[in-house]
């Protein structure tokens, strides 16, 4: 079996496993969402590195929630300074400044992506959170960050900071095929992993709402008909959603 089979086995292992073991809980995360949507509040999302990918994912998406914003800031993603920015998140006393650029409030859900759950902005950023009474779901590696010890100095890692845990059901270390002659394993699957929870929990949520009778507005594909439908949105949300 050669790499390729290889990755592609392990990532529909873990997705199976997600399904049979993270089923409930990526349920409940819907239900908070669909709830805060349907009682006009707002979804945020954050990662730090890499898992700033998912923070992005439930932003002006083709189907996605109007009401979904990410936490961005340059310092903590790759893509400017990537060694400054693995060194700012295992820092303390930046979750306040990142917060206080986004207009949370009481009922908004907050969904916090880390791999490994260890460094100090992520589970810095839950705590803040939550003093303004947001929920937060946590998405994470659990099989990592039982490991590996917390450098937050509650001593906490994500998954025992946040009131809510999805376990992306990777191997620690994230990474996992090994070859011979290379010093560590490659292939990485959290992204893939953590992209599908986001989804997952999105289009629940709205079917949630609808449910409830309350039609979360959503975007349309610029590359299709989208133009006109999002135009209206952005209007209204411009001065809203700092990303826009």
């Not at 914003?69 to 993603?77: A, F, I, N, R, S």
């Not at 930046?94 to 880390?114: F, M, Q, R």
């Not at 992520?122 to 917390?150: C, M, Y």
Request: glycine share 8%; with cysteine; hydrophobic share 40%.
């Amino acid at each position: 079996m050669n790499a390729m089979d290889r990755l592609f086995d392990v990532t529909l292992e873990q997705l199976q496993r997600l399904k049979n073991t993270q089923w409930d809980n990526i349920g409940q995360a819907a239900t908070w969402v669909g709830d805060a949507l349907a009682q006009d509040h707002w979804l945020y999302a954050f990662g730090t590195g890499h898992s700033h990918l998912l923070a992005e994912e439930i932003f002006f998406r083709a189907g996605g929630l109007v009401r979904g914003v990410p936490m961005l800031d340059e310092k903590l993603m790759l893509h400017k300074d990537a060694i400054q920015a693995t060194l700012q998140e295992r820092k303390e006393g930046y979750a306040e400044t990142l917060l206080n650029l986004y207009p949370v409030e009481t009922g908004d859900v907050l969904i916090v992506a880390s791999n490994s759950g260890r460094n100090a902005v992520p589970v810095e950023t839950v705590f803040a959170a939550q003093q303004r009474g947001l929920k937060v779901i946590a998405v994470t590696n659990l099989a990592h960050s039982r490991e590996w010890p917390s450098r937050h100095p509650s001593g906490k890692t994500l998954a025992e900071a946040a009131d809510l845990v999805i376990d992306n059901c990777g191997i620690s270390g994230d990474a996992c095929l090994d070859f011979p002659g290379m010093p560590s394993r490659v292939g990485p699957t959290s992204t893939v992993t953590g992209a599908l929870i986001i989804n997952l929990i999105i289009v629940q949520a709205i079917e949630n709402s609808l449910n409830k009778g309350f039609a979360p507005e959503i975007y349309i594909s610029s590359n299709s008909d989208g133009d006109d439908h999002n135009e209206v949105l952005l209007r209204k949300y411009k001065n809203r959603i700092r990303h826009l």
